[in-house]
């Protein structure tokens, strides 16, 4: 599958994959930051944003599309940086390619399953009543108490096209039936990626915990890890100008 892409800036490519849910406008703010310095390429990955829509969400599948889109923009070998589960794409892409890909940065997510966290949250937007003419404050309030975290909802409904006929541009029902597969993780093998690799955890997020380091240093026996101050999850939008620096700290010491 060809994904929708997002480009600005020139130099050698880094890639930036959202997480669930996402988009690539969500890498706005650092993409424009990085493109000073880099040839910069956000994706909709596959049921996101302007990508198609697919049942099948599996990570060997969506790290396949990521390949396929950058074999076809020439933009091979490149730095994959992925968020959450964005980060997992990235991570299977370079055990299964290690030698398109020149670096590996992985924000806040690690090589393991997780419990079940998103089924809540894709049930209160399915159950959504996209009546006509519906306002953003109107789906706001309706959310409200099922998703009680005001930047949580703020960032789903940016998913959402208002109009005479609201709907969600994202593949829902796809993703929703797809969670197992986006909460688990299945393992590329018993390969190694020996290349360079940063782990950068939010310091008030819970995703990297210190008992998945053993687990993430068999698999990427060269990587790094950083803690991001003021910043949870959603490391990248709440602290854009860290999270640059450490990513660009990165990409000079391993250049």
């Known amino acids: 599958m ?3 892409a997002i480009e600005a800036g020139r130099g050698d490519p880094l890639v930036l994959l ?3 849910f996402g988009s690539a406008r969500n890498f706005g703010t650092v993409q424009r930051e990085f493109a000073h310095r880099h040839r910069t390429i956000a994706l909709d990955l ?3 944003g302007a990508s198609p829509h697919d049942t099948d969400m599996r990570y060997a599948t969506m790290a396949t599309d990521v390949l396929q889109t950058l074999d076809q923009l020439s933009a091979l070998p490149a730095t994959l940086l992925g968020h959450s589960m964005g980060g997992k794409v990235a991570m299977h892409a370079a055990h299964t390619h290690p030698d398109q890909i020149k670096r590996l940065i992985v924000a806040d997510i690690a090589p393991t399953p997780y419990s079940p966290r998103n089924h809540p949250t894709a049930s209160a937007m399915a159950d959504l009543d996209l009546s006509p003419g519906m306002t953003r404050a ?4 309706a959310l409200a108490a099922a998703i009680p975290d005001q930047a949580i909802r703020t960032f789903l409904l940016q998913n959402l096209q208002l109009g005479p006929a609201p709907a969600w541009r994202i593949g829902l029902a796809e993703i929703t039936a797809a969670l197992p597969d986006i909460e688990g993780w299945d393992a590329p093998g ?4 020996s290349g360079p690799a940063l782990f950068i955890a939010g310091a008030s997020s819970d995703y990297i915990q210190p008992k998945h380091r053993p687990t993430i240093r068999s698999l990427f026996p060269n990587a790094r890890f950083v803690t991001l101050k003021n910043a949870g999850h959603w ?3 709440d602290n854009p100008s860290g999270f640059t620096a450490v990513v660009e700290a990165f990409l000079t010491a391993t250049a």
Request: charged fraction near 15%.
């Open 190 to 193: 018993n390969g190694l990626y």
């Open 18 to 20: 959202h997480g669930l």
């Open 46 to 48: 596959r049921n996101h």
């Open 138 to 141: 109107a789906a706001d309030a």
């Open 2 to 4: 060809i994904l929708r």
């Open 235 to 237: 490391l990248h939008a």
